[in-house]
């Protein structure tokens, strides 16, 4: 079966591993601010935070922007289900709104909508979390704009778009947003493993996820409420967390960063390539917006059923058992059973409804041979016209 998305290790990848597990270091040493400070010069953001999970950063960037309970946090509905956790898990409710039907975005107009609605309720949310779904940034502009006017604060996940630029500048420069979130497990554009990094341009901001991400604990004196007992001394003034990455993990991604343009290079081929082979089939292909370029992390097809004979399930299922590993990304967080039970249901999200019945991820990553290419386009046409 040809994978959706795989990693690509190669032997520097593993040698640098190998040099820190011999080193005096394997976590809280010197790669982790290595690593850190490749991100920030990669993307002009100031201040980089390198964490055991993307999932974890979420957490860490609700709580540094003060979410709590009673405080609404709005995001997509076609995301992984850490985008909406991370609200949860801070005690505030999450809303869904709906995604662009073109680039399955979050929708700006959806969203301008449901904030005038909001304001006139007293329901304005705390935070937004836009998701750059398969590597697409979002309109940060239009986002941006939206929070200057309804005073909501921005987090960026950024899970699939490491190496994507949004009006030219690289997503995690944080431009038009308070903080952004990537992820590195393996699947995605470059891997620690399991792994993200939290992105700010706010020293605020900053101060704050330091001692999240590291129980709430300081070493820094102008930070402490007390007088030093001596130089073992140090203060937990905040309740945090352990959610650092290791040295180990810092020593590959640091090592894949240099690998991360063309990795980026490799996927937009890969993406012109379906998208010249595929576009005479019954199918909704890829957009990128003039304002981006995508780091193609996914390429999702949609299915025009009105044109073809079997189902969305049929098709997906032939395509699995003709060897091409296709995915579906994602069931709306919404029709989760967890979320069901909080409340949750169908009809607030039509595009996303709509986009869960026809959507296909199909195989997309950086070592794709020409043999698999050319495998996955030959199958896809085999199931959609027999
Ligand atoms: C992968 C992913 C996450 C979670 O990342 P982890 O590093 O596995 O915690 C969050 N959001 C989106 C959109 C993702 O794709």
């Not at 979420?58 to 709005?74: E, F, I, M, R, S």
């Not at 987090?155 to 944080?174: P, Q, R, Y």
């Not at 352990?242 to 993406?271: C, H, P, W």
């Not at 043999?371 to 046409?381: F, P, Y």
Request: with cysteine; glycine share 6%; net charge neutral.
């Amino acid at each position: 079966m040809i994978p959706y998305g795989r990693q690509d290790i190669n032997e520097e990848d593993l040698r640098i591993v190998i040099e820190t597990l011999k080193s005096d270091f394997l976590t809280q040493g010197p790669m982790v601010p290595k690593f850190e400070n490749c991100l920030s010069q990669y993307t002009g953001a100031s201040y980089c935070f390198a964490m055991n999970s993307a999932t974890s950063a979420l957490h860490v960037a609700c709580l540094a922007l003060g979410v709590k309970k009673g405080d609404t946090v709005w995001t997509s509905p076609i995301t992984f289900v850490a985008s909406a956790n991370a609200a949860l898990y801070c005690g505030a409710n999450v809303k869904f709104v709906d995604i662009d039907s073109r680039t399955f975005n979050l929708c700006p107009e959806a969203l301008e909508s449901e904030l005038v609605q909001a304001e006139k309720l007293g329901s304005l949310p705390k935070v937004v979390i836009p998701v750059h779904l398969a590597g697409q940034s979002c309109d940060m502009e239009k986002i941006h704009n939206l929070s200057l006017r309804f005073g909501f604060k921005i987090i960026e996940d950024a899970s699939h778009a490491i190496g994507g630029t949004f009006n030219g500048a690289k997503v995690g420069s944080c431009r038009y947003s308070d903080i952004t979130i990537f992820s590195f497990h393996p699947v995605k554009i470059i891997t620690t493993a399991e792994g993200g990094m939290l992105l700010s341009n706010s020293s605020e901001i900053a101060i704050k996820v330091e001692l999240l991400r590291s129980h709430g604990i300081t070493r820094k004196h102008e930070l402490m409420e007390g007088v030093s007992h001596g130089s073992w001394y140090y203060e937990q003034i905040e309740l945090g967390y352990n959610y650092r990455m290791t040295d180990l993990q810092a020593a590959l991604g640091l090592s894949q960063m240099s690998r991360l343009d063309e990795f980026v290079d490799k996927r937009n081929n890969i993406a012109s390539f379906y998208t010249e082979k595929l576009s005479d089939l019954p199918l909704r292909l890829p957009v990128i917006d003039f304002k981006c370029k995508s780091s193609f992390h996914l390429y999702i097809i949609r299915l025009n059923l009105k044109r073809i004979t079997k189902s969305h399930r049929e098709v997906f299922e032939e395509l699995r058992r003709d060897g091409v590993g296709v995915n579906i990304h994602y069931i709306p967080v919404y029709k989760q059973p967890y979320y069901r039970r909080l409340g949750y249901s169908d009809g607030n999200c039509p595009e996303a409804d709509r986009y869960y019945s026809e959507a296909i991820s199909i195989p997309m990553f950086p070592s794709l041979s020409e043999k698999e290419l050319g495998q996955v386009v030959k199958s896809l046409r085999n199931v959609l016209e027999s």
